[in-house]
């Protein structure tokens, strides 16, 4: 017998066929993972080993899959966030400010608690003839030297060394030579440890973490300088996630940071691995300050 191909059944199969893919066996509807990003600003090895437990300690957490999907740069992770490719992104304040304001109702939800005065730090190879000083003014040494920022895009390693370089009269065009952007904090340290630049700047966690373990040879670099503080990293959630997980759950991701706790021994990993002694809430305000000097620098337009 000819199966009817009237337009009628031609509808009633697609139909048929989205309700299908949309249930699992039982007739529950299949979600989609929670899919969590963050700015490359690490090692790969280093970002896979901490979102690999943070996705574990979700999971549990929030009863639903997770998922961690890895992004090629700090414009990537923008990108992703704007199209739904990723729903919760761990970003810096720069690119937290720029996906927000290119997706309507995104949200600040949590940071750590050294996020609400972070700070960058100037480093110089010491056989440069540069040395530490304590105020702004210092930076004019950096003349005529050869300098490395991290990512173009980078909150710590860019926007805010550029800015207070420009606070005390220093522009890209002192430097000798057009200035550096190694791609991350790590690779900052190592481009000045081997030579390659004189001078770079680089968020502080990652240079005292560093400096900490061994990885640096402070007999070749040397700290010439803190900034003062700003607000940097955190969460930022996309809208509609309470459409698809049911009412409350952006509050109950923003829960589940707060309840890491070094107690438990889940809760002490991850915090070991964000460097963090806990996560505090921030809100959208905070940033104020970063998406000014974002647009007068010319990141935010």
């Given at each position: 017998m ?62 639903v ?13 923008v ?61 004019e ?15 710590s390693?860019?926007?805010m ?30 481009l ?87 996560f ?22």
């Amino acid at each position: 017998m000819k199966r009817p191909s009237s337009p009628f059944f031609t509808g009633l199969f697609l139909v048929t066929l989205h309700l299908t893919a949309a249930c699992g066996a039982d007739g529950d509807e299949v979600r989609a993972p929670l899919a969590v990003g963050a700015i490359p600003d690490q090692d790969p090895e280093v970002l896979q080993r901490t979102y690999g437990r943070l996705v574990e300690y979700l999971e549990a957490e929030l009863d639903v899959d997770v998922v961690y999907r890895p992004v090629t740069d700090y414009s990537a992770a923008v990108s992703a966030f704007r199209v739904g490719d990723l729903d919760l992104v761990w970003f810096g304040g720069l690119t937290g400010v720029q996906a927000r304001l290119q997706v309507p109702g995104a949200e600040a939800l949590v940071q750590r608690a050294q996020d609400q005065e972070f700070r960058s730090v100037f480093i110089a190879r010491r056989d440069r003839g540069l040395a530490p000083f304590e105020d702004l003014e210092g930076l004019e040494a950096l003349r005529g030297r050869t300098f490395t920022f991290g990512s173009e895009s980078s909150t710590s390693g860019r926007l805010m060394p550029q800015h207070f370089l420009a606070e005390a009269g220093v522009i890209p065009d002192d430097f000798r030579g057009e200035p550096g952007f190694s791609g991350s904090h790590d690779a900052t340290i190592q481009l000045v440890e081997a030579g390659s630049y004189e001078a770079g700047a680089l968020n502080e966690q990652v240079w005292d973490a560093r400096v900490r373990s061994g990885a640096v040879d402070t007999t070749r670099v040397v700290a010439l300088w803190r900034t003062p503080p700003y607000h940097d990293y955190h969460w930022v959630v996309r809208p509609a996630l309470n459409e698809r997980y049911g009412s409350g759950f952006t509050e109950r991701i923003r829960e589940a940071f707060l309840m890491l706790d070094d107690s438990d021994p889940m809760g002490r990993e991850v915090l070991e691995l964000f460097g963090a002694e806990r996560f505090v809430p921030t809100r959208d305000e905070n940033y104020a300050q970063i998406e000014a000097v974002g647009r007068e620098l010319g990141r935010i337009r």
